[in-house]
Every structure is written in C-alpha cells, then in structure tokens.
C-alpha cells in the first residue's frame, strides 16, 4: 500500500496537472492540426478537468490546514490524524486519476497521428519541467521543497 501512494505521489509531480499547463498548451496544440470539432471537444475537457481539478486541490488543501491544526495541537488524536491523511492521500489518487481519464478522453478525440505528436509534446514538457526542477536551488526538487519548507519555518517565528 504504501508503495502504491509513493508512486501515486511521483505521479503527482511528474505528470503535472492540467490546470497548470503552461500558457503555450493551447498553442502546442497548434501543431497536431486539430479540425474545429476537436478543438471544441479538447477545450471542453480542459476547462471541466480544470474545475474538477481546482475543487480536489481546494479540498486538499483544506485537509492539509486541519492536519496542521491537529498535529499543533496537544491532544492529536493518531487515529483521527491517520483518517486525515488517508483523505488527503485519496484527493490526491483522485487528482492522479483525473489526468489519467482526461489523457484518455483527449486520445479518444485525437487521430493515431495527433496521439504520437501529442504524446511527443507531452514528453518535451516533462523533460522542461524535470529540468526545472533540478535547477531550482540546484540540487533537485527534494532540495527545493526542503528550501521552501525552510522559508515557511523562518516566516512562522
């Protein structure tokens, strides 16, 4: 199981969520020479899998303050800690499995063709992305995140 959320989380962060798609996505798509139906069809899945996705991270994140608030306070309670975290882990397999049904529904509006050219695309943004990540605080992205939690830390005294 746990196994399971830890590829679920690398998941999370390698494939990048719809909603924050670079500004250019749109114009990327440019390149697969979409016809106005499949450009009708994929602009209806972006902007539903965009608001699917702002109300599961909302919920996310609400669950993260109330895990700060229980873990701050004395009397934390580790089976209702436990529950909170689960529900956070399941925001995020929902998020996972959200981009998932999305890349689907896109491929099933794409030609063989569109598919291998979008799938290149996809790659290229990954890569861009992983190299963003390596280069902030140049060690990586663990390095990053331990950076920014360091900031927060230094903010809260």
Same mark, same amino acid.
């Given at each position: =199981?746990?196994?399971?959320?830890? /590829?679920?989380?690398?998941?999370?962060?390698? /494939?990048? @969520?719809?909603?924050?798609? @670079?500004?250019?996505?749109?114009?990327?798509?440019? %390149?697969?020479?979409?016809? $106005?139906?499949?450009?009708?069809?994929?602009?209806?899945?972006?902007?539903?899998?965009?608001? $699917?996705?702002?109300?599961?991270?909302? &919920?996310?994140?609400?669950?993260?303050?109330?895990?700060? $608030? =229980?873990?701050?306070? %004395?009397?934390?309670? *580790?089976?209702? #800690?436990?529950?909170?975290?689960? %529900?956070?882990?399941?925001?995020?397999?929902?998020? #996972? =499995?959200?981009?998932?049904? /999305?890349? #689907?529904?896109?491929? %099933? #509006?794409?030609? @063989? &063709?569109?598919?291998?050219?979008?799938?290149?695309?996809? *790659? =290229? *943004?990954? &890569?861009?992305?992983?190299?963003?990540?390596?280069?902030?605080?140049? /060690?990586?992205?663990?390095?990053?995140?331990?950076?920014?939690?360091?900031?927060?830390? *230094?903010? $809260?005294?």
């Amino acid at each position: =199981m746990q196994q399971f959320l830890l /590829a679920i989380l690398f998941l999370l962060i390698a /494939a990048g @969520p719809l909603h924050t798609q @670079p500004r250019d996505a749109r114009t990327q798509w440019k %390149e697969l020479n979409l016809t $106005e139906t499949q450009k009708s069809t994929l602009n209806t899945i972006r902007i539903e899998s965009k608001k $699917e996705m702002i109300d599961l991270r909302g &919920e996310a994140r609400k669950k993260q303050l109330d895990l700060r $608030e =229980m873990r701050d306070s %004395e009397h934390a309670d *580790r089976s209702t #800690v436990e529950r909170v975290v689960r %529900e956070i882990a399941d925001l995020r397999v929902r998020q #996972v =499995m959200l981009l998932h049904d /999305a890349d #689907v529904r896109i491929n %099933e #509006v794409l030609t @063989p &063709e569109q598919q291998k050219k979008w799938r290149e695309i996809k *790659r =290229m *943004r990954l &890569e861009k992305r992983m190299r963003g990540m390596h280069d902030r605080d140049g /060690a990586g992205y663990g390095n990053a995140m331990l950076h920014r939690d360091r900031s927060r830390f *230094r903010q $809260e005294k």
